[in-house]
């Protein structure tokens, strides 16, 4: 909507996980380094945890377009809540293995023979679950018993566990004990600090074809990255809700006021209550401190859609605009 206005060729601040704009903050290099070291070790499970909304998704997507395809046959699964039946066929499925029919016994021995054939062919599986936080017990298990699958004491299929902090407390419990004793690495993705918020937006803004239009005044980013805590998601949010009202306002310009005005505004639009509005605890990229689910966030708790979505009476108040502008300029 706003694009054409300030010369962008698409849209900055998608919600959506796309490789093209990562940007690598100091966590996401060392958690990018973490998955790779990992890759090179060609078993056991790598750990990547990280607030709701920190880019791990964004980072796995990233490290799938760097695996070398000859080598690694990598497959990625989004995990509900499943149990070990739907988890096995989910992982068969998703390395394109039909399981019309077949038992879970059935589907691990198609899985090992898959397995056994890619490494013949000097190949190697590796599996991502995104979202580990929602595994059941059962699944992990599954999990652990499908890195049991060897030739000669190579692994034949290694895993990622990508998951929000929950998971990471999960792993502290007793029955996750054996599963904890193949973590070969395990990293927490931390929000970006102040100059990496900057130098985030400017990223993104560059990729579109941004030329300091509109510029950011003195405090904007300072005010960007307070209320956002740094957070990707959040700071998407934010920032293409700041673009639209410019370009409402008709304005080149961003500063620290626009900034907690649209904060105001999302307050209102999403319901979030202000007393708990971004109470995230400030890790560090290494934090050891293990947040709790209770303070995930507000803006965050909200399906990722309807944050995303300007109100409608926005909407409809820009289109009227650029329906007025046409008539003007035709
Ligand atoms: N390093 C990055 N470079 C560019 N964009 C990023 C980066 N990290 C996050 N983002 C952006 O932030 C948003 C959230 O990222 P992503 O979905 O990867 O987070 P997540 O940690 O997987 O969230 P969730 O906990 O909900 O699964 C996306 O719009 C993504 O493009
Ligand atoms: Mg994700």
Redesign the pocket.
Known sequence: MYEAHFGFTSKP??????PD?????RG?KRALAYLEYGLHQGEGFIVIT??????????V?NLLRRVPQQKIVAAQIVSTQLDAQELVRTVASSFGLNTEGLDKTQILGRLEVHFRSLYSEGRRALLIV??AQNLTAQAVEELRMLSNFQIEAHSLVQSFL?G?PEFREMMQRQEMRQLKQRIIASYH?GPLDEAETRA?IE??LTKVGWQENPRFQKGAIEAIHRLTDGV??R??TICDRLLLAAFLGNSNEITAANTEDIFNELNVELGINRDHQFALHRGTNESESTPSNAQADSL?SVP?NSSIEVSLARIAEALELMARRQNTLG
């Open positions: 601040f998608q919600l959506v996980p796309d704009f990562f940007y690598g903050s996401h990280g607030e709701v909304g920190a880019g791990k998704t964004t980072l997507r995104d979202e990508v929000q993705l985030y990223h993104r990707p998601r700071i998407n965050n990722a």
